[in-house]
C-alpha cells in the first residue's frame, strides 16, 4: 500500500514539473510571436503598399503599411465604448471604407473622449494609410452591438459579424488602423500587441523558476525516503 502511494506521488511530482516547464515554455513562445509581431510593424511602418482591392489571400497583408484606393461610407458609424486613454473613458471610432474593388472594410480613426455625432461625415482624405490587423473578438457577454438604434451604433467589442449584420454587407476580416499623422485621424491609442514580450519572458521565468524549486524539493523528499 505504501509503494503505491509512493508510485502515485511520483507521478504527480513528475506531471507538476513537466505542466510547469510547459507553462514556460508556452510564454516563451508567446513572447517570441509578439517579438516578430512588433518587428514586422516597425519593418513596414515606412513602405506602403498601394490597394483597391484585398486578395482572397489576405493573411500576407497582416500588419502591413497600406494605402487604400476608394471611398468612405460616411453615415455608417461603429463606436468602441470604453476604451481608456490617460485615465478617460472614450471610444474608439470605426468608419467604413469601400475599396474601388467594392469590398468593404473598418478603419479604426482613433479615440475621442465624448460620443461624435453624425458630423464625422466630414472626411477629405480618400486614400487613407494606416497598418491592417485582423481582429479578434475574444470572450464576450451578451450582445455587443445596439441594433435598435440609429447611426452611430455602440458596440462594447469589435465584432466584425454583428457589424456586417447591421450594415447589411459583408465586412472585410481586416481593420485597418489609421496613421496618427493622417488628416482624418483622432487619437491613435491601438497597439499591436497587448501583452509586451518582455512581459511574457517575466512568465516563463516565473514558471521555469518554480519547476527549479519543485524539482530542489523533490530532491530533499527523496533524500528523506519520502517518495
Same mark, same amino acid.
Given at each position: ?13 513528475? !506531471?507538476? @514539473?513537466?505542466? %510547469?516547464? $510547459? ?6 513562445? &508567446? =513572447? *517570441? ?60 471610432? !470605426?468608419? @467604413?471604407?469601400? %475599396?474601388? $474593388? ?6 479604426? &480613426? =482613433? *479615440? ?62 481586416? @481593420?485597418?488602423? %489609421? ?8 487619437? &491613435?491609442? *491601438? ?37
Amino acid at each position: 500500500m505504501v509503494r503505491v502511494k509512493k508510485t502515485a506521488v511520483r507521478l504527480l511530482f513528475i !506531471l507538476a @514539473v513537466l505542466l %510547469l516547464l $510547459s507553462l514556460s515554455v508556452w510564454q516563451l513562445k &508567446r =513572447g *517570441w510571436n509578439k517579438a516578430t509581431i512588433l518587428h514586422q510593424v516597425a519593418a513596414e511602418s515606412q513602405d506602403y503598399q498601394l490597394l483597391a482591392q484585398i486578395p482572397t489571400d489576405f493573411n500576407r497583408l497582416e500588419y502591413r503599411s497600406v494605402q487604400l484606393q476608394g471611398t468612405w461610407l460616411k453615415d455608417e458609424v461603429f463606436l468602441l465604448d470604453n476604451r481608456i486613454y490617460r485615465q478617460q473613458p472614450g471610444y474608439e471610432v !470605426l468608419n @467604413v471604407f469601400k %475599396l474601388m $474593388s467594392g469590398q468593404l472594410l473598418l478603419v479604426n &480613426r =482613433g *479615440w475621442v473622449s465624448k460620443r461624435p455625432s453624425l458630423a464625422l461625415r466630414s472626411i477629405i482624405n480618400n486614400t487613407p494609410t494606416g497598418i491592417l490587423y485582423r481582429p479578434i473578438k475574444g470572450y464576450s457577454i451578451g450582445e455587443s452591438l445596439e441594433t435598435n438604434t440609429g447611426w452611430p451604433k455602440v458596440s462594447l467589442y469589435m465584432d466584425l459579424p454583428a457589424f456586417s449584420q447591421a450594415l447589411g454587407k459583408p465586412l472585410l476580416p481586416l @481593420v485597418l488602423v %489609421l496613421e496618427a499623422n493622417q488628416p482624418d485621424s483622432f487619437t &491613435r491609442i *491601438w497597439q499591436p500587441v497587448v501583452v509586451t514580450p518582455a512581459r511574457h519572458y517575466a512568465y516563463a521565468l516565473q514558471w521555469f523558476g518554480l519547476a527549479i524549486v519543485l524539482l530542489v524539493f523533490g530532491f530533499i523528499w527523496r533524500k528523506q525516503g519520502r517518495f
